[in-house]
């Protein structure tokens, strides 16, 4: 036995752990068996100075969980034979479960995918192939550099990555990346393994046969799926590219400041957490896929506008069409493991059960055609929602109510529908019976009460006397085991009838087998019509639910153009006013027109509002161009090519960047890669270094944003001197957050007014935050006398300062002060 584990764990990569089926244990043996143990917590134990550990095969899903989440990769290796005396059971290795391919719904988020990517480098393009094993989506795309691979990486977020071994040194810095064989990257050979894949002559009908660097990446996860991980790639239907060209482009940076899909203080605080009414697991990750690729379509966004107007102006038919859904499970992952021969009687359940909700949803999307004439969008979604009567009825008649997770189990089939399956099962049922009347029969004739018929896979049936009734057991009783408290005997007569009801347990088992088989190959072959349905049913459940969500918070239609021009009216912040609690969220306007008010300075305290507000309109942008309503009470708005978000203070301590560092490098993609089509907000430029530096580094780039790329820019700033830029450039506005004062404290307003704040209210804030008076009342008087002996810079834009070294504050109460005399 451990010559054929020796000889299977040499034909795996040193970093995959080896689950070897024993009995009804997966064990570990020697390095395996010290790596497993110490990350799943079990005991490591020696036999004959081997080191194992081993996990009960019933519960193995958990462990494994562990063993991915730890980093690892972990192969198994199946039983393939019925074990007999003196003979070693035959075993294969199944599959090799890795981050990126693992299958099992209850080890899998169902809110987003699953991602396996490749990258590879060609000449000056860099190739990117993402494979989601689980539901069988099949992407790839090219980058000109590694900053867009990079942006593109932090949206669809890979639980794996791999990289050509030759190309370490270009790409091995990035997260969670794995080295492979670098032959399987070659353009040839990937170009020829996609074609024999997809039984095509050339790659020309996907878009892709110029994208040289990506077929590489893609011929590469087909190499690491097929070969090294032993995994089958039937489902892996289409290959599709992504057009960044068709996008709203959102750098890795803006993607955090936005929230957009996972926030510091949890999903909920999200803008998908805020828009996600979804009901289907499939809808689930359709949205977030929506959120991180906002479309430029305009006729695209129209389609999805005008299905989520139907469902408004039908009220009935959009409840009837929620709970249509709420049955549908996840037909994407469970067609998938069909296909792959790794799903079980329950998922076929599962399967039956989405498919027979569909019927009702396709008279709903009849009824909703009234509203939608000639829309080639909603023609599409009723071509793909297909309803599978044959496929449904055999599953109807085949399945039982309630299959057993375990196939070899039995329990599968419903009666009836298999004759043959039916007579065994009746020869097993009328055997058993035929034992409970032979228990009963000895019990008379011995005068042993307690006397059992019971069974164990090691002597089969047997009688059981407890050791008191021994003396009264007849002469025809055959001795077959002592026990403690209990002999065992068996009968020729038991012997006979067992091996009838064994045999007829086995056949049947087996039988049930052949027919589950069977209907798994039935579900196989719809599988390209069940992932063009899966697709469609994402598609409504989205729409469903952003149509669910307009009338739930009142949102309204945007008016989609190409102009360079942004109008809110009443807009309000998507997340937070679903989200705020201790006050009602204040709606505020905006107009940014290309030609008179393309910048707007945003002035006024910490708190009151700023970075919220830019934020909004950020959101209400992207929302308009993921073909959603909008919460405001009016909107137009110009489709924009990307948005920028430059916020926040931080340093990354793990490149040895500055606070400021950090700030100037995301403030230099922006300036490096805006258009005038584009949506720059920015928070406090400048602030992470002095003051004038600060304040000269915030002018210049404003001046630029507004002169060189004329983009639509919202900026915030405490530095009240940038407000002098509306008088020297004709598009630049100045805005600031209403507050008011109230015996010494302030009190925010959050309204978003024309002009310029007078002042910062930084010490009242201080006095909000719970500095001691003491420290506030010594601020003020230092407050005093900085502005009696200092000045705004001129309205020219150069910042300067009155020379204060002879000025001396007034005398600190605490000698600490002293450094500001």
């Known amino acids: 036995m451990m010559a054929q584990y020796l000889t299977m764990r040499r034909s795996l990569p040193d970093d995959v752990l080896l689950f070897y089926r024993l009995g009804d244990f997966y064990e570990m043996f020697f390095e395996d068996a010290k790596n497993a143990s110490s990350i799943l917590n079990v005991a490591l134990t020696k036999r004959n100075d081997i080191p194992m550990c081993g996990v009960p095969h019933h519960a ?329 009567p044959e496929l449904t009825e055999l599953l109807k008649k085949a399945l039982s109510d309630e299959p057993p997770a375990n196939t070899r189990d039995g329990g599968i089939i419903r009666d009836g529908f298999n004759a043959e399956l039916d007579e065994l099962r009746s020869a097993s049922s009328s055997g058993k019976q035929w034992l409970a009347e032979l228990q009963e029969s000895e019990r008379k004739r011995t005068g042993i009460d307690t006397l059992k018929i019971k069974f164990n896979n090691v002597f089969g049936y047997f009688l059981e006397v407890t050791k008191a009734k021994v003396d009264m057991v007849p002469d025809d009783y055959q001795r077959k085991q002592t026990m403690a408290n209990a002999e065992r005997y068996i009968t020729p007569e038991l012997k006979e009838m067992e091996n009838k009801i064994l045999g007829a347990d086995e056949r049947a088992k087996q039988l049930e087998y052949e027919e589950f088989i069977k209907l798994r190959q039935a579900v196989a072959d719809e599988i390209d019509q069940l992932q063009q349905c899966a697709d469609a049913l994402a598609t409504l459940d989205v729409l469903i639910g952003l149509a669910e969500l307009a009338q739930l918070h009142q949102h309204t239609r945007p008016q989609l153009d190409e102009s360079r021009d942004l109008e809110i009216t009443n807009g309000r912040h998507p997340v937070l006013e679903q989200t705020l609690v201790d006050e009602k969220f204040v709606p505020n306007d905006t107009e940014m027109d290309a030609n008179s008010s393309r910048v707007i300075l945003i002035t006024g305290p910490n708190m009151a509002g700023k970075s919220t507000y830019i934020r909004q ?136 007014l024309p002009g310029t704040a007078d002042k910062s209210y930084g010490i009242q804030v201080a006095r909000l935050a719970g500095l001691p008076p003491a420290i506030i009342d010594r601020a003020k008087d230092i407050l005093s006398h900085l502005e009696m002996n200092s000045t705004r810079p001129e309205a020219k834009g150069k910042p300067k300062a009155k020379n204060t070294k002879n000025k001396s504050l007034p005398e600190a109460d605490s000698p600490q002060m002293d450094l500001f005399s």
Request: with cysteine; net charge negative.
């Open 60 to 388: 193995a899903q958990g462990y494994i969980a562990k063993l991915i989440q730890g980093g690892m990769r972990v192969a198994i290796a199946e039983q393939t034979s019925t074990p007999e005396p003196g003979k070693i059971v035959e075993r294969e290795i199944a599959q090799i479960i890795s981050a990126g391919t693992v299958d099992d719904m209850s080890l899998l988020d169902d809110t987003r995918h699953n991602y396996l990517a490749a990258v590879y480098q060609a000449g000056k393009s860099i190739g990117l192939a993402c494979a989601d094993h689980s539901t069988g989506e099949f992407t790839v795309a090219e980058f000109p550099n590694k900053d867009a691979l990079k942006d593109a990486l932090q949206r669809l977020a890979p639980k794996e990555l791999i990289i050509p071994d030759d190309q370490i040194n270009t790409f091995g810095h990035l997260p969670g990346c794995l080295p492979y064989d670098g032959y399987a990257f070659i353009t040839d050979q990937a170009r020829y393994a996609l074609c024999d894949h997809f039984k095509v002559q050339s790659l020309r009908g996907f878009g892709c046969d110029d994208l040289t660097a990506a077929i590489s990446a893609a011929g590469a996860i087909l190499h690491y799926l097929s070969f090294q991980l032993r995994r089958s790639c039937d489902h892996l239907r289409t290959l599709s590219v992504r057009q960044d060209g068709g996008h709203v482009l959102i750098d890795a940076s803006s993607q955090r400041n936005l929230d957009l899909v996972d926030s510091p203080t949890g999903r909920p605080h999200s803008l998908l957490g805020a828009l996600d009414r979804t009901a289907t697991p499939m809808g689930a990750r359709k949205l977030r896929d929506w959120i991180l690729h906002p479309l430029r379509d305009l006729t695209a966004l129209n389609a999805r506008q005008e299905v989520i107007a139907a469902f408004l102006a039908e009220p009935f038919l959009l409840g009837q069409c929620r709970e249509s859904l709420k049955g549908i499970r996840d037909i994407e992952r469970t067609t998938s493991r069909l296909s792959q021969n790794s799903g079980n009687a329950r998922d076929l359940l599962s399967l039956l059960t989405s498919l027979l909700k569909i019927p009702d949803l396709q008279s709903h999307l009849v009824a909703l055609a009234e509203h939608l004439p000639g829309s080639d969008f909603h023609a599409e979604l009723e071509s793909k929602l297909h309803s599978f």
């Open 617 to 752: 309109v950020a959101l209400i942008t992207l929302m308009a161009q993921i073909g959603a309503y909008v919460p405001a009470e009016k909107a137009r708005i110009g489709l924009v090519d990307r948005i920028f978000c430059r916020v926040g203070a931080s340093d990354d301590l793990t490149s040895g960047q500055s606070t400021f560092m950090v700030e100037m490098n995301e403030t230099s993609l922006i300036i490096n890669n805006a258009t005038a089509n584009s949506l720059v907000i920015l928070d406090e430029i400048g602030r992470g270094t002095a003051t004038f530096d600060g304040l000269s580094i915030a002018w210049s780039v404003a001046e630029h944003l507004h002169d060189a790329i004329q983009s639509r820019t919202l900026f915030a700033t405490h530095y009240h001197e940038l407000t002098d830029l509306s008088r020297s450039k004709e598009a630049v506005e100045n805005y600031n957050v209403a507050v008011r004062e109230w015996n010494d404290d302030i009190i925010f307003l959050r309204k978003i």
